[in-house]
């Protein structure tokens, strides 16, 4: 049995290889590779552009594969999602599609572009857009460097950021959302009911989010005094109790918590003097829920 895997080739495969690595799952490609091998025997991988992938995987020509949300709209993929991912290329935040005009423009939304053109990469998504809100407009494909194109061949683009700073950096402002996308797992519909591939999916799935889960968190252990106990977990923002465990002294027990690694600076120094001994902090891989 072998899961047939599509991941995105291009701007979000390091990422994803990234992601994959810390779930426990090793690849191994080439810079002109479509094919790495993967350490786990059951999975074969096929790297494509993000933007094919939902048509293989409705298509059955692959199981499973990684792709933006935006990309199964754009094509109206009929396929079973198992699993939102937060991340992507630069950040953990959603993708966002906008719709801009230069700064120095009079266009202020989506009424004042009735009988103008826009281009964009996501054509579909950019019509139906439009279409909600009552405007005609010319959609054209933008192959690429769409952001150049206004005012000079387009009165307006919808193009996709992150941070916004490509179309500020090019004299754009941004003026209406169009959608927002994050990085979803989805899953052909006839390999999602074979119980084998389905559990292999979900194993899949579960271990990747764990991965994102485990972001930004730490581990501390430390040995407390009994008679500080009390002191020391009031200053624990712990995800649920602290583990408490007791040592061969019975005076002395062992904590363990899961916390954020951006506090740790801050709450060691107070847990030490709290009474707090032997405080240990560790890197997570993996936090299931």
Known sequence: MKVKLGLPKGSLQDATFDLFKRAGFDFRATT?????????????????RAQEIPRYVEAGALDAGITGYDNVVECDADVHEIAELH???QSALPYQWVLAVPKDSPIAGPKDLEGKRVATELVNVTK?????????????FSWGATEVKAPELVD????????????????????????????????????????????????????????LNAEGLVGLKMN????????????????KNPTLSPLSDE???????????????????????????????????????
């Open 32 to 48: 002109r590779s479509y094919h790495p091998t993967c350490d786990d025997p059951e999975i074969e991988i096929t790297l494509l």
């Open 87 to 89: 991340y992507s290329k």
């Open 128 to 140: 139906r857009y439009f279409a909600s809100h009552g405007v005609n407009v010319e959609v054209e």
């Open 156 to 211: 307006a683009i919808v193009e996709g950021t992150e941070t916004g700073g490509t179309l500020q950096a090019h004299g754009l402002k941004i003026i209406d959302s169009v959608l927002a996308s994050t990085t979803r797992f989805i899953a052909n519909k006839s390999s999602w009911q074979d119980d084998r591939k389905r559990q292999k999916m979900e194993n899949i799935a579960m271990l990747l989010q764990a991965a």
């Open 224 to 239: 407390v005094e009994r008679t500080c106990l009390d002191s020391v977990i009031s200053l624990l923002p712990a995800l």
């Open 251 to 289: 005076r002395w027990v062992a904590v363990e918590i899961i916390v954020e690694e951006k506090t740790v600076r801050d709450l060691i120094p107070r847990l030490r003097r709290a009474g707090a001994q032997g405080i240990v902090e560790y890197p997570l891989n993996k936090v299931i829920f």
